[in-house]
């Protein structure tokens, strides 16, 4: 619900009407409706991830060390501070492409945990699992190509440092990811180590319907 609550005044604020995914989009600053609205929708998006981060915080009340992965505390760490950034001073703009990105990818990946922890009767309809995992890589792809943009145009009122620090933890994050697409999907399964009645993308591991998280993204 969160992803779908920020995803929307995104759209509807900016890249649905008067943004454009070519060259520069400014920030507005203004105190007019589109501009209030995506940064209030950026502040939605800043507040998940402390949500997402709460994981984190279970596993090691929990004791379960062994699912806090580097991949898991590495991008759960560090959204929150590179978002307090983004939302103190730049709450719109080019680099809220992104953001209603990955809100779509997170509103598709948490369906997929919401059907598979129902039970196994549900497991028939989790056959689309490795395609998450393919989803989110697309979406670091698409992510990294629109950001390049800024390396090469000038963007008045948007900071190119900020353009570089996407592009920076992107790629840092597609690497990851990609290691872990290939170990579980291409390394195991030559292996006959895949995961049996389950699932096991994006860091979760789900057997009968119980979701247990190794290493969580994005």
Avoid at 93 to 104: I, L
Avoid at 149 to 166: E, G, K, M, R
């Amino acid at each position: 619900m969160i992803n779908i609550s920020h995803k929307m005044p995104l759209l509807m604020a900016g890249w649905l009407t008067d943004y454009s995914v070519f060259g520069c989009q400014p920030v507005d600053y203004s105190d007019s409706a589109n501009g209030v609205r995506m940064a209030r929708a950026c502040w939605l998006f800043f507040i998940s991830k402390y949500v997402e981060l709460s994981d984190t915080v279970f596993f090691i009340l929990r004791k379960k060390n062994s699912q806090v992965t580097f991949l898991h505390v590495f991008h759960h760490g560090a959204l929150p501070i590179f978002w307090w950034f983004g939302v103190k001073i730049v709450p719109g703009g080019f680099g809220t492409f992104h953001t209603m990105v990955n809100a779509f990818v997170h509103t598709v990946m948490y369906f997929y945990y919401g059907v598979s922890a129902l039970g196994p009767r549900y497991r028939k309809y989790l056959w689309w699992k490795r395609y998450i995992t393919i989803l989110q890589l697309t979406q670091f792809f698409i992510v990294t190509l629109h950001n390049s943009q800024l390396l090469f145009v000038h963007c008045d009122n948007y900071p190119v440092i900020f353009a570089i620090a996407i592009q920076g933890f992107t790629s840092s994050v597609a690497i990851l990811f990609l290691n872990f697409y290939i170990k579980t999907y291409i390394s195991n399964r030559q292996h006959g180590k895949v995961e049996q009645n389950g699932l096991a993308q994006n860091g979760h591991i789900t057997q009968n319907g119980e979701v247990h998280s190794k290493m969580k993204y994005n």
